[in-house]
């Protein structure tokens, strides 16, 4: 969730406490109101319910009043006086409970009530005694007195009726208001309640499939969207115990080429119509994965019998026959597929890993595993692991060693430099040439910490000689791919600085094609530590397909001639003529030149004769350890000076 939408959620829920806080106040609030406005409106009510009977009592006296004078009974005087003592008692009954005005209203009515009804007393009696005076006493006393009360009734009932009225209307406003509050409340609630709903199972969507993604995406080869080795390994894992697989593991033949040649952004083509390829030809009876560099492997879980696999495997190797197109250049490679059925595991892996070793050494194809195949053939796999652990953990028995191979100087014989030249000491396998491991590692992916590794360890021996007193300056190897990180010059530089040793004493030899791979990158870096006076040399020179052109834009100091064209130097054998066009072009561009796998004297010679620079090879020294370096740079010395006196004997050494 990101830091708005977390904010926002933050800002939803506590919008939504609120509304639900207000809501709950606001019902409260209006229940006690309607409660309170209830209680006074039904107050009203009896107030308005005794005022009305008041009045109706008040008017009643007088009709039963004048009754009597019509007809002075004693029915009709016990009449009289049974609804004026209703009167008082309707009255006293609002002065008993009503709001202090009504309490006023019903005192003073209670008062002209009690006027009335002594007056009214006094003329019954006048009537009974037929006393005619009762006339005058009725119309000055009497009527007025009632008048005078029914006025005032009349009035404070109607009043209060009114009064009452308002109340009920009041009421029924505050009961609306409520209502219409309390739907507000719960509306804007549900809405904000919806609101965090959906950006909860928003969130929750977006956290699966963020899962799903990461998933797919640890399992997948981002290149060509194949399952990788991990889910490979979880497929085989997933097949039920005891039922037999199938494996093909898949090695394309000639890919390497492809990518030195025609780049890596072709290469990387190439993989992705290779991989769509197997798929498509494999379909969906099992899965096609990537397991790294051009490898990759098919696992069918229902295999069926071998000649189906076969014919299967055989259209795989057709289909990456066909030619390709990459960018519009037209490439062709083939593969070397192993078979391998049995039991789902990593024995089956290395079965079908053996039996694609054994398809590659017949010239690819298809081989099927049989025992025998993996005997004497390396496990790469486990070899590559070990390498891997090894420089993980830098390497702490000193496994990984540089022999060192003497450069002289051809026109005294000094030397002057030494090649480092790695050598893998394997607990259990013995001592590893480069070969059997340096591809390997190159296209698993450690070539960036091996190559550091190695200029560590070089930079430090050069450092110890220099401090015994011998300056030797060496060259060391860089694999490909160790250019394409950004962090190299740097790295570089460290290794040289964490050693005490001047970058003038650091030489760094890089194949043509490795810088080719991306000329601009590679320019960058090796300017940056030619800055600080590393130097570069340009390794294998002649095997490349670079152009003269682009090889005037690398920051190189010396140019390497490849020892392929260095065994046969006599006049005009081909390889005398690249020699010496190799050697003027490096002069040209204002180059050392280097020639190396110098195997016998007269080709020393030879090279001097063309001017060449330096000499390396197995005729001044084979590349030995450190430690016998200084006796073998003496050794090569001798031989040198020896070849370059004059008039040399043909000498050749095993
Ligand atoms: P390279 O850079 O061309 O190294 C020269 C190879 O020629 C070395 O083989 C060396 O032992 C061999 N050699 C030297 N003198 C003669 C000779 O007179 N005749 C013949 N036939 N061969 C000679 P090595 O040590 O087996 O190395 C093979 C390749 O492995 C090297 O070729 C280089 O490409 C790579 N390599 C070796 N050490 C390293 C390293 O430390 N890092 C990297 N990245 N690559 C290395
Ligand atoms: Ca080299
Ligand atoms: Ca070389």
């Not at 040649?261 to 990387?268: F, I």
């Not at 690249?578 to 050697?583: D, E, G, L, P, T």
Request: proline residues 5%.
């Amino acid at each position: 969730m990101t830091w708005t939408n977390r904010r926002y959620s933050v800002l939803m829920t506590t919008a939504l406490a609120g509304v639900l806080l207000g809501l709950a106040g606001y019902v409260i609030h209006g229940t006690l109101h309607t409660t309170r406005a209830t209680d006074q409106q039904s107050d009203a009510l009896v107030v308005d319910m005794l005022f009305t009977e008041a009045r109706i009592a008040v008017a009643m006296q007088e009709v039963n009043l004048r009754h009597y004078q019509v007809e002075p009974s004693v029915a009709v005087k016990q009449r009289f006086e049974q609804v004026a003592a209703d009167t008082g008692r309707v009255l006293a009954e609002v002065a008993g409970k009503g709001d202090p005005g009504a309490r006023a209203d019903a005192e003073r009515l209670l008062a002209a009530q009690g006027r009335y009804r002594e007056l009214a007393e006094r003329l019954i009696a006048m009537v009974a005694d037929s006393d005619p005076a009762h006339v005058q006493l009725d119309r000055l006393e009497v009527t007025p007195a009632f008048y005078s009360l029914q006025n005032d009734v009349d009035e404070v009932s109607r009043a209060y009726h009114e009064y009452a009225q308002d109340q009920v209307s009041a009421l029924r406003r505050t009961q609306v208001r409520l209502l219409i509050g309390t739907s507000v409340g719960f509306t804007a609630g549900l809405i904000l309640l919806a609101m965090i709903m959906k950006m909860m199972v928003g969130y929750q969507r977006r956290l699966v499939d963020q899962a799903d993604e990461s998933r797919h995406r640890s399992l997948h080869d981002p290149l060509t969207g194949l399952p990788n080795r991990d889910y490979f390994h979880q497929e085989t894992g997933r097949a039920p115990a005891g039922t037999p697989v199938a494996m093909i593991v898949v090695d394309l033949d000639g890919f390497k080429a492809v990518n030195d040649t025609l780049g890596h952004q072709a290469g990387d083509l190439l993989l992705i119509e290779a991989g769509r390829r197997l798929h498509a030809g494999t379909g969906d009876r099992g899965v096609v994965a990537r397991l790294g560099g051009d490898e990759f492997a098919v696992l069918l879980p229902r295999p069926g019998a071998l000649p189906e696999i076969v014919a299967l495997a055989e259209h795989l190797v057709a289909e990456l026959r066909r030619d390709f197109v990459l960018a519009g250049r037209p490439a062709a490679i083939s593969g070397s597929l192993g078979i391998a059925v049995g039991a789902p595991g990593d024995e089956l892996f290395r079965h079908a890993d053996a039996a694609m070793y054994r398809a590659k050494g017949s010239g690819g194809g298809v081989a099927v595993y049989e025992p025998g195949d993996d005997t004497g053939e390396p496990d790469r796999m486990a070899l590559f692991a070990d390498l891997r652990a090894l420089l993980d953990a830098g390497d702490p028995a000193d496994q990984l060693r540089l022999h060192y191979q003497p450069q002289v100087r051809l026109s005294d014989g000094a030397v002057v430099a030494a090649e480092a030249l790695v050598r893998w000491q394997h607990p259990g396998r013995g001592l590893q040439m480069p070969m059997s491991f340096l591809p390997m590692a190159e296209r698993g992916g450690l070539e960036i910490p091996l190559t550091h590794h190695l200029i560590g360890v070089a930079v430090r021996q050069a450092a110890r000689w220099r401090a015994d007193g011998r300056v030797c300056r060496v060259s060391v190897n860089v694999s490909p791919g160790a250019l394409s990180d950004d962090a190299f010059a740097g790295r570089v530089l460290a290794a040289l600085g964490a050693a005490g040793l001047p970058a003038e004493l650091l030489r760094l030899e890089l194949t043509e094609t490795s810088i080719m791979r991306d000329p601009d990158r590679a320019v960058r870096a090796l300017r940056e530590v030619g800055a600080h006076g590393v130097s570069v040399s340009v390794d294998d020179f002649g095997t490349g397909f670079s152009s003269l052109a682009q090889l005037r834009h690398v920051p190189a100091d010396e140019l390497k001639i490849d020892r392929t064209f260095v065994r046969d130097l006599r006049d005009g054998t081909p390889d005398a003529v690249m020699v010496r066009s190799s050697i003027d072009l490096g002069h040209n561009l204002g180059l050392e030149v280097v020639a190396e796998g110098v195997e016998d004297v007269e080709t020393l010679t030879r090279l001097r004769a063309m001017s060449c620079d330096y000499a390396q090879g197995y005729v001044l020294s084979r590349p030995v350890p450190a430690e016998d370096l200084p006796e073998a740079c003496e050794r090569a010395r001798e031989v040198a000076q020896a070849a370059l006196a004059a008039g040399a004997p043909y000498q050749r050494q095993p």
